[in-house]
């Protein structure tokens, strides 16, 4: 079956870092990939869509310049928290399919927690 | 309106018992419907997907769905304490890059 993989699986650093999470497809080329966060408690909010070789696609009200997101080969999708902020802690996930008729496979996601 | 509603629950249920959980969607335009489960601290893992009406059956899960309605639902059979969890209802819609949008998911709690 498809296998997302993410890291890192935790983070914990201190308010203006940044942080970068990788999602790999790890049997299957992935033209898009999502990027979802989630708060406890709480359903998953789809951040942005990522496509390879093009701009990544933000929800409204999700900030470009604060979370960048790079989809340079059709295996690999980074997202960067740039200068983070408590506020930003949360549990972050990737998402891929294969192709459009496929259910999308998420990653094992990432905690983020900004001290 | 949200787009996709779900009870959060918790529902409870005895071992063994028959779980149903449900969920509706507002755009009649959405054209899959996705199940995952998802344990605390954990992201979710997909259960069952569904694309036309009526019942499709993995095991001892159920996806029913009722476009007319705009219903979907998941029947877990024989349900065991492994299967307390939070249950996410997933419509996808669009065309090209399909977008998928989450209900908030119900907890589901199986007593031993």
Known sequence: GAVVSQHPSRVICKSGTSVKIECRSLDFQATTMFWYRQFPKKSLMLMATSNEGSKATYEQGVEKDKFLINHASLTLSTLTVTSAHPEDSSFYICSAYEDSNQPQHFGDGTRLSIL | ?112
């Open chain 2, 1 to 112: 309106q949200k787009e996709v509603e779900q009870n959060s629950g918790p529902l409870s249920v005895p071992e063994g018992a028959i779980a149903s959980l449900n969920c509706t969607y507002s755009d009649r335009g959405s054209q899959s419907f996705f199940w995952y489960r998802q344990y605390s601290g954990k992201s979710p893992e997909l259960i069952m997907f569904i694309y036309s009406n009526g019942d499709k059956e993995d095991g001892r899960f159920t996806a029913q769905l009722n476009k007319a309605s705009q219903y979907v639902s998941l029947l877990i059979r024989d349900s065991q304490p492994s299967d307390s969890a939070t249950y996410l209802c997933a419509v996808r819609r669009g065309s090209g890059t399909y977008k998928y949008i989450f209900g908030t998911g119900t907890r589901l709690k199986v007593l031993a």
